[in-house]
C-alpha cells in the first residue's frame, strides 16, 4: 500500500479532471469565451438554449478558493455574457448559479458557475438539447474571444 501525499493526490485529480481536460482542449467543447482566466462552454446538459458553463482555468475545488481579483472579473464577465444573451438569443433574463460543495449538488471537484438564460414563452423541448455550433457563436458574438 503506498501512502500518497495531498499534492500527489491533487496531481492526480487534475489529471482526471473533465474541466481541466476542456481548458487545455483536450476534450471538445462548444467553447464561447477565454481569456488567460476563464473558460466558459455550453452546457452538455442545458437547461435552456445558450446555458452556459464558466470554469477558472486553475484546478480550484471550490469557489471560495478563487482569489477576489478573478472574483471581480468573474463578475464582470458575467455581466458581459449576459448582455451577449439577452442580445444575440433573444432571452429575456439570465439566471447566475454557483453550487459551491457536494451538498450543493457540485459534481465535479472543479469549481464551475452556471449562466442559464430565460425565455419568455419558449419551452425548450429535450430533442432540442443538442450542442448546438449556432448557439455558442452567437453567444460569442461582440465578446472578442
Ligand atoms: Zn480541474
Given at each position: 500500500?503506498?501512502?500518497?501525499?495531498?499534492?500527489?493526490?491533487?496531481?492526480?485529480?487534475?489529471?482526471?479532471?473533465?474541466?481541466?481536460?476542456?481548458?487545455?482542449?483536450?476534450?471538445?467543447?462548444?467553447?464561447?469565451?477565454?481569456?488567460?482566466?476563464?473558460?466558459?462552454?455550453?452546457?452538455?446538459?442545458?437547461?435552456?438554449?445558450?446555458?452556459?458553463?464558466?470554469?477558472?482555468?486553475?484546478?480550484?475545488?471550490?469557489?471560495?478558493?478563487?482569489?477576489?481579483?478573478?472574483?471581480?472579473?468573474?463578475?464582470?464577465?458575467?455581466?458581459?455574457?449576459?448582455?451577449?444573451?439577452?442580445?444575440?438569443?433573444?432571452?429575456?433574463?439570465?439566471?447566475?448559479?454557483?453550487?459551491?460543495?457536494?451538498?450543493?449538488?457540485?459534481?465535479?471537484?472543479?469549481?464551475?458557475?452556471?449562466?442559464?438564460?430565460?425565455?419568455?414563452?419558449?419551452?425548450?423541448?429535450?430533442?432540442?438539447k443538442e450542442l448546438d455550433v449556432k448557439v455558442a457563436e452567437k453567444v460569442k458574438e461582440g465578446l472578442g474571444a
Amino acid at each position: 500500500m503506498s501512502e500518497e501525499s495531498p499534492e500527489e493526490l491533487l496531481k492526480k485529480q487534475i489529471e482526471n479532471c473533465i474541466f481541466c481536460k476542456i481548458v487545455n482542449g483536450e476534450m471538445d467543447s462548444r467553447k464561447v469565451f477565454e481569456d488567460e482566466n476563464f473558460f466558459a462552454f455550453l452546457d452538455i446538459n442545458p437547461s435552456s438554449e445558450g446555458h452556459a458553463v464558466i470554469v477558472p482555468k486553475q484546478h480550484l475545488q471550490v469557489a471560495a478558493q478563487l482569489p477576489p481579483e478573478l472574483s471581480a472579473k468573474l463578475a464582470i464577465l458575467v455581466q458581459e455574457l449576459s448582455r451577449q444573451m439577452l442580445k444575440n438569443l433573444g432571452a429575456s433574463g439570465t439566471t447566475f448559479v454557483v453550487g459551491s460543495g457536494v451538498a450543493a449538488g457540485q459534481r465535479l471537484p472543479h469549481v464551475s458557475f452556471h449562466l442559464i438564460p430565460t425565455y419568455k414563452n419558449k419551452v425548450i423541448k429535450s430533442e432540442e438539447k443538442e450542442l448546438d455550433v449556432k448557439v455558442a457563436e452567437k453567444v460569442k458574438e461582440g465578446l472578442g474571444a
